[in-house]
């Protein structure tokens, strides 16, 4: 096993996911054995290869910094689950 | 006349210039099709009725006014993954997490489409953010393969392929990540083609995997797929990683000539478990491409050994990051019950998210933890520009790479189970393509014992879309279109 039920855990908190009893056994097992699958690629010996950063050689991108006056905040913001004065609505989060 | 239906998308398009067909009547009778289709194959999460009987009004406007005139597929009927957002009508992902989401904006694809003159039918079923290779991970339940209901119609563009196998629509467009155009367009007995990265903007396609997903064409035939791959294409500034090349004019590949085109086959792919007719007719096919002029060399390709480790480690890692912004505030589904914010994140992320989309945020997180950065992340990139090299070595020598597209012709529903680890088959000999960018095709060339399609795959050298256009083009000329019984 490569990853135990702690680490499991912590990162589900981490990356905010919230699991069935039933989903959590199955999702333990069934990634557990997708890393022992993945392990295989330490095989290779990689030591004199520089990691891969994009498949063509490319300069950085950029564009003007203009302000689009569209005014779309509210075709934006239309589709939030709670929404108050053009404002998105979420629990009280500061005591 | 043949059915409205069944035309050839260019075929049809000169039918509508030439005053034959109206747009009116070929967008009523594709809806017509699809109402009394989508029972039995669940092709669409949504169908655009009104948008596309308005859209027809305003096409044949156009057409009539000449505006049109330049544009090879005006009138004809497409229908979209739904990934790609379309302004105005929801796109879903087939996940409950977006089930209501509507954008406020087109896709750069859509806009293109929409000034081309392409009626858009509806929005395609596909696996939940595009992970997985059946539509079963669908939250709208998964497709049919109109080749045998029994049958997935592949994935994740399964709804795409199974749309414009069953006449449902005249083209579709996909999205590719790691074989998810190519492999569902096989099992359909269809055209697909994975273009080169950075050739289609991806603004407006809902992220998985940032680094390989691409949208691009599934179709009937050659001719038609190159005509959309042109619509479609160029460049975006309002995607930074894509391309501007000089011509995107791929209906100039379309030749009957490879005299002398030197052709690569990676022995690999046959060390692989694969169907026995599908190695038969792959062998076949190699030596149709003899016989029409091609110079064929089998070549060893060991680089592309651990590509499906590769594939697993970097689609996570991204997929993980892309689908961090899905919290219940911004849009979206938002859980009922939650005791405070950390709550609410928690439970919308739970209820909202596919049993496979969490697998895989769950190993993109371990993937990119402090302690396995450097054993899986690092290691995956470092492979991945491995496999880079081994193709550009590999395109000095050869003017396209041909294997199978699937080791396996589609599978039955009731075998798949989506819980169950196993080693993907499309991924085996599609994944590759991805990490290195380049673009490829599958295109038919069989029917196996069962009477399901077997398919092709031609990759290319990055941006040599009109090599693998003329090579598909004239092996398609030596077969006749096959099409499934509809029901």
């Known amino acids: ?95 | 006349m043949q059915e409205i239906t069944s035309m050839s998308a260019l075929q049809l398009a000169q039918k509508i210039k030439s005053r034959e067909i109206s747009v009116q009547e070929v967008v009523k009778a594709q809806l017509e099709t699809v109402y009394k289709r989508e029972p039995v194959y669940n092709s669409y999460i949504t169908v655009m009725e009104k948008e596309a009987l308005d859209q027809a009004e305003e096409v044949q406007k156009r057409i009539d006014s000449g505006e049109l005139d330049c544009s090879p597929l005006a009138g004809v009927t497409i229908a979209i993954k739904d990934n790609i957002c379309t302004k105005g009508t929801r796109t879903t992902c087939a996940s409950k997490i977006l089930e209501n989401y509507v954008p406020p904006y087109d896709a750069t694809v859509i806009e293109k489409l929409k000034k081309a003159g392409v009626v858009l039918i509806g929005k395609t079923n596909m696996d939940e953010f595009a992970m997985g290779d059946s539509t079963k991970t669908s939250y709208f339940g998964a497709s049919k393969n109109p080749w045998d209901i029994k049958c997935t119609p592949g994935g994740s563009s399964g709804g795409s392929a199974a749309a414009v196998a069953a006449e449902e629509a005249h083209v579709s467009l996909g999205s590719d990540t790691g074989g998810s155009i190519r492999q569902p367009a096989s099992y359909c007995g269809l055209v697909g083609i994975k273009p080169t990265y950075g050739t289609v903007s991806r603004y407006g396609l809902i992220a998985f995997a940032s680094s390989l997903d691409q949208i691009g064409p599934i179709c009937r035939n050659v001719p038609d797929c190159a005509a959309l791959l042109e619509a479609i294409s160029g460049h975006d500034p309002k995607d930074s990683t894509s391309a501007g090349q000089k011509s995107y004019d791929y209906r100039q590949a379309l030749l009957d000539d490879i005299k002398g085109m030197k052709i690569g086959v990676p022995k690999v792919y046959f060390e692989e478990k694969m169907q026995e007719d599908i190695r038969k007719i792959f062998l076949d096919a190699v030596n149709t491409f003899k016989d029409l002029g091609a110079r064929i060399e089998l070549f060893g390709f060991d680089a592309v050994k651990y590509s499906v480790q590769t594939y697993h480690v970097i689609a996570c890692a991204e997929a993980c990051s892309n689908l961090a912004r899905y919290d219940g505030v911004k849009y979206g589904f938002r859980a009922d019950n939650y005791a405070n914010l950390e709550d609410l994140y928690k439970k919308t992320r739970g209820e909202g998210f596919g049993y496979e989309v969490k697998r895989r945020i769950m190993l993109g997180a371990f993937v990119l933890s402090k302690d396995n950065f450097e054993k899986y992340y690092n290691k995956a990139r470092k492979i991945r520009r491995i496999i880079c090299e081994a193709y550009e070595n590999a395109f000095e020598r050869y003017d396209i790479i041909l294997c199978p597209e699937t080791l396996e012709t589609a599978p039955l529903l009731a075998d798949i189970d989506i819980t169950e680890p196993k080693k993907s088959s499309s991924l085996t000999l599609n994944s590759s393509v991805n990490l290195a960018g380049l673009p490829a095709a599958s295109i038919p060339c069989g029917l196996d014992k069962n009477g399901m399609p077997v398919g092709i795959q031609l990759i290319g050298k990055r941006f040599g879309e009109k090599d693998i256009i003329r090579a598909a083009y004239s092996f398609e000329r030596t077969r006749s279109y096959e099409r499934p019984e509809i029901i």
């Open chain 1, 1 to 95: 096993m490569v990853m135990d039920k702690e680490t499991f855990r912590l990162m589900a908190d981490m990356i905010k996911l919230e699991f069935s009893e039933k989903e959590e056994k199955l999702l333990f097992d069934h990634l557990n054995k997708t890393i022992e699958f993945i392990d295989t690629m330490n095989e290779l010996d990689t030591d004199s290869t520089e990691p891969f950063t994009f498949v063509y050689p490319k300069k950085n991108t950029f564009r003007e910094d203009v302000v689009d006056d569209r005014d779309i905040n509210k075709d934006l913001i239309s589709g939030a689950p709670d929404i108050c004065g053009g404002y998105f609505v979420v629990p009280k989060s500061i005591e």
